[in-house]
């Protein structure tokens, strides 16, 4: 397994591209919030199931995943590997905080997420956060947090 030096503030090393994982999360390397429960989940990840790709990085593009700067901004995203003869599978929202926790051994604590009020509530106020992300982090611009 090859690794290399992931760009980001959380600055630990990542696998490369030709690595196994069971989930890649495509994170915000530029929000306190998003970083720290990045670090947490590294250091939960000791199997080194997960692939993560800060989208704040300089050489990270969105058109090379085939989605714009602004999706990947709006809302957290996260994409299965291909298996099967299958394309890898994108998830986004709650769902890719599912996957995360299940790769590191928390799968018994996720399923409850997934019974209907529970998974209601979670989605509702995963959206009202992701809404607000850059104004709860201070990092509110006239591009970014202005209401027209």
Not at 105 to 118: A, C, S
Not at 122 to 140: E, I, P, Q, V
Request: aromatic fraction near 10%; include cysteine; glycine fraction near 8%.
């Amino acid at each position: 397994m090859d690794l290399v030096k992931d760009p980001s503030p959380t600055g630990s090393l990542t696998r490369s591209t030709t690595d196994t994982h069971t989930v890649e999360v495509f994170y915000d390397g530029e929000c306190p919030l998003c970083i720290r429960e990045i670090k947490l989940l590294r250091w939960l990840d000791r199997k080194q199931n997960i692939r993560f790709t800060d989208i704040a990085a300089a050489e990270f593009t969105a058109a090379d995943y085939g989605k714009t700067p602004d999706q990947f901004m709006d809302e957290i995203h996260g994409r299965l590997p291909a298996k099967d003869g299958q394309p890898a599978q994108w998830i986004i929202g709650v769902e890719v905080f599912r996957q995360l926790y299940a790769a590191v051994g928390f799968g018994r604590l996720v399923w409850p997420t997934r019974l209907p009020g529970i998974s209601h509530a979670m989605d509702f106020g995963y959206h009202l956060f992701a809404k607000n992300r850059l104004r709860l982090t201070g990092r509110c611009t006239k591009d970014t947090c202005e209401v027209s």
